[in-house]
């Protein structure tokens, strides 16, 4: 009963907010959108927050590369020559 209550209630919220119409053009917004403009403005801040997260995450896990290479290879030879 609760999984059948769990599949229909978003098919059904879908057919109230949407209907059978469809935008006409790119510029139209959205349902939803219209509805709640402050929620989409949070999704758009939440994304580009994502994109550059994404950039920093990958900066440290080279300069963590880096690190370790250097470590391995430049100073651990260092050291093994002086023994």
Same mark, same amino acid.
């Given at each position: 009963m609760v999984a059948s209550a769990a599949?229909?209630?978003p098919a059904s919220s879908r057919l109230f907010l949407y209907g059978k119409r469809q935008r006409k053009t790119? &510029? +139209?917004k959205d349902v939803? +959108? &219209?509805a709640q403009p402050f929620i989409y403005? $949070? $999704?758009e801040i939440n994304i580009s927050?994502?994109?550059s997260r994404g950039t920093v995450i990958r900066f440290k896990r080279l300069r963590a590369w880096l690190c370790?290479? &250097?470590d391995q290879w430049i100073f651990g030879g260092a050291v093994c020559s002086f023994k």
């Open positions: 599949i229909v209630s790119v &510029a +139209e939803l +959108e &219209a403005k $949070l $999704l927050l994502m994109k370790d290479f &250097a």
